[in-house]
Each structure stands twice: as C-alpha cells, then as structure tokens.
C-alpha cells in the first residue's frame, strides 16, 4: 500500500513515575507480563505492516528498546529503532525523522496503546477518500482513564470537566471539528464556512481520539516545516487541518471583502452568494469537498477523515497509573483475546506450569501467575497480574493489583489496588491500598493509603 508505518514510542513518561525508571522506559512497561510496545507490533504484524519505525525519546531509552526489539521480533519485523531528543512533543519527534519519511502516506500510532483496531482498515479508508489526515475515534474506555490522573485519587481538587468535542459531517466520514478537551461549560465556536459546506453537523463528545493516524505526507510535512512551533499532533496539527480544510477567499479567515479594498467588494459578494447557493443544494451529498473545489472554480481543499471503530472494538492507552491498572484489568479479563495467551478453560486464568502454589491458596479468575514465581501457604490472588520469578509469603492478599517480575512480598502482607514494581521487597505485615512502589525499593511495615514509594 506504499505506507510507512511510524510507532511514536515515547520515552520516560512522568505521568507513569514511579512505574518508569532509567532502566524501564514507557514502551517496555509490562502489560500482562508482556511489554506493552509489543501489543502494537502484534496489531501492525496482524495487517500485515512490517517494515516500521519506532521513534524514542532519549539515547538510552532508545537502546533498551532496540536491544528488546532485536531479541523478541527476529526475523518477524523489520523495526528501525530512532532515538529523538526527549520532551519535543509528537510534533518534534516527526521532525527529527522526516527523512527517514519518504512513501505517499505515513500510518502513526502512538507506542503505548493496546487495541484490535485493524491498521490495515485504517488504511484503506484513508487511500479511498484520498485524504490528508485520517484520525481514528473510538467509544471512550467505560472505566474513563484521565490523561494525568493517577491510581489512588490523590487530586481531590475539583475541575471541570473536560472532553473532546468531535464533529462529524451527516456520513460520518468527515471530521469538520475538534475541541481538545473542551470544558464541557464553555462556549463551542464552529466555522461557519464549515456549516454552510456540509449543511449540518453531529457534534460528539462520546468518542476519543485513539492516537492512531494516516497522513498524507506532503500535507504533515509541510505542516510541521511551517508550523515550528506545533508540538503535538493531537493538540497542533490535526486541528489546524480541520480548520483550514477549506481553504478560499470566499470563507478565510485571513482575507475579507473589506480587506482587499479594491472596489469590487459587490461584484464578490453577488459570486459569493451563487458559490454558498451551489454549496447549500449540494449539502447532502457525503464528499462535500468535491461540490466546494467545483463551486470556487478549482479552490483546493484537503479532506479531513475519520475512521469510527465499532463499538465492539478495545482500544486504550496506558498514558497514566489508572490506565495502567486498567489495560492490565482488561488483557485479562473481558479483552483477553488481546494477550496472546491461552487461559485455562476450567479456572479462566494463567498459571505458569513453573509457579508453585502453597497449600489452601486460590488464583481466582481472570489472574495471570508468572514463570517461575511462588506463592505461600493461603494466599488469595483475585483480577490480578503477578510477574515471573515472584516471591509471596504466606497469608497474602492480593487483588486488583499488579506485581512485576522478581518482587518479594512478606508474610501477611495485604495489597489492593496497587502495582508493585520489579525488584521491590515488602516487609511482612504491609498493608498497601492504590499505593505504587518504585522498583527495587523497600517497603516496611504498617498500612498506607494511596502513597507512592519512591528514592528521593
């Protein structure tokens, strides 16, 4: 299809601190005891997308990447891993590679999101409507993970609202606006150029942006070379294309009757007035971009896309705690069909033939028990994800929570709600409620509530 495919990969993320660390970079923070980068090469393999790009915020997290990548995707993938400078923004790290870009269309997805949306689709749609950006949208995650907000609800703090407002043309095949997080008590402004080309608009606000896209790239570079200051492809680019994808002298926002002073100001309003009738009686027809191009006398206009995943479809990004917790909730639970695992059909979850099991201890349903790991004497495991090579004492609860690889729990620990990162020990008699606890730290004993243990 003559598409590059380009994995935005991050780097350190804050909003995951204490979960990432120099050693753990965003794209190799485990999902299910699997890296979560690999989900998306498991997706693009599964369209049959396999010569990518994966760009890399940082040297060093760049080759803890690549060094996962040569080992797990041999001979399956052709991956070229690209360290960028860190904290450029989507916008920048694009940048960075432009001449590593050179097909007619570029297929970007953002590293860190788990989903069965089919790339390949997404492709498709974009080449059929020759856009210049094609954005994917989704149903919003029923647990509604924040874009900063962690496990634990530590910010108590009361804020408005906020959610992206979308606008559909009456097919649902144009995007005609968006609002990044708008609040939900503030004023909407629409474009009346907009209005007055499709007609009428449906304005949505149960849909994300899945941060999956197809781009023109003579359209995105030319963007990102005349835009330096545009850092984001979500908060920057992709509105700027919604809003100039009518570009004329009839509706600009730079140019006005007045503005051009030269006398004729009657004469352009009489064409004025024949171009928005020829549009009006056109407004049902879905490739509204065809009757405006043809009504302004070969006036160019780009087309602006959306392809609406069904509702059947998962897609989430693990962009905070609260997201963590949930893709981890979720691969092994409803979305197990996302692990690449076989669960058992008589219990509904994984236990590695490895994992010893203490006497009178239970792994409920819809658990994963890692190689390698060892669990005491009557021990409870409830929707939880524990890692390979795990040491748990006797008399251990836990639920909803995840524990990375080589973690030690002690005797009659209780932990809820929480992950606990590779390495970590917890004394006996620790009682953890949506705490998270930085890899390799030690954690004594007592009860906490919605803490974070981490080096100073």
């Known amino acids: 299809m003559d598409f590059q495919v380009v994995i935005l990969a991050g780097g350190f ?10 050693e753990v970079p965003k794209a190799l923070l485990p999902v299910a005891n699997r890296p979560v980068l690999s989900y998306v090469l498991d997706l693009l393999e599964s369209s049959n997308l396999k010569d990518l790009i994966v760009v890399v915020e940082g040297e060093d997290a760049a080759l803890k990447v690549g ?9 399956r993938l052709h991956v070229e891993v690209a360290a960028v400078a860190e904290n450029v ?11 590593h870009l050179t097909a007619k269309d570029i297929l970007i997805l953002s590293g860190d999101i788990v989903s069965d949306i089919s790339p390949g689709a997404v492709a498709a749609t974009h080449r059929r409507h020759d856009a210049s950006v094609t954005a994917v949208l989704c149903a919003e995650p029923v647990s509604g993970p924040s874009e900063s907000g962690g496990a634990g609800g530590k910010d108590k703090t009361k804020k408005p609202a906020r959610l992206d407002i979308i606008g559909l043309d009456s097919s649902k095949q144009f995007l005609l606006y968006i609002a990044i997080e708008a609040e939900i008590k503030k004023d909407t402004r629409l474009k009346k150029s907009i209005l007055c080309a499709a007609g009428k608009m449906e304005l949505r606000s149960d849909l994300m942006d899945s941060h999956i896209y197809a781009f023109k790239r003579s359209v995105l570079q030319e963007v990102l070379d005349q835009k330096p200051a545009f850092r984001s492809l979500k908060q920057d680019v992709l509105p700027y294309l919604v809003r100039t994808q009518l570009r004329s002298d009839v509706f600009s926002e730079e140019k006005t009757v007045e503005e051009n002073g030269n006398g004729n100001g009657k004469n352009n309003m009489q064409s004025n007035e024949v171009v928005l009738s020829q549009i009006l009686s056109n407004a049902s027809l879905p490739s509204f971009h065809q009757v405006y191009e043809s009504g302004l006398n070969s006036r160019k206009t780009h087309k602006c896309c959306v392809y609406i995943a069904d509702e059947s479809k998962y897609c989430i990004r693990l962009n905070s705690i609260q997201a963590y917790m949930d893709v981890n909730r979720d691969v092994i639970g409803d979305a197990n069909h996302l692990s690449g695992y076989s669960f058992s059909a008589q219990h509904n979850n994984i236990v590695h033939p490895s994992a010893v099991l203490g006497s009178k201890t239970t792994v409920g349903q819809n658990c994963m028990l890692g190689e ?53 020990q917890l004394q006996e008699r620790v009682s953890l409620r949506d705490c998270q606890v930085e890899a390799g730290y ?13 080096r100073k």
């Open 372 to 424: 390698g790991s060892q669990v005491g004497d009557k021990c409870s495991v409830k929707r939880s994800v524990i890692g390979r090579h795990c040491r748990i004492g006797s008399n251990v609860k836990v639920v909803n929570s995840v524990v990375m690889d080589h973690a030690t729990i002690g005797d009659g620990c209780s932990i809820q709600g929480s992950v606990i990162c590779s390495n970590a």
């Open 13 to 22: 993320s804050s909003n995951l601190v204490p979960l990432v660390s120099k």
């Open 67 to 75: 060094g996962w990548i040569s080992s797990a995707c041999v001979d």
């Open 442 to 454: 030690v954690v004594n004993g007592g009860e906490h509530k919605g803490e974070t243990f981490a």
């Open 89 to 99: 923004g989507t916008g920048g790290a694009l940048r960075a590679i432009a001449h």
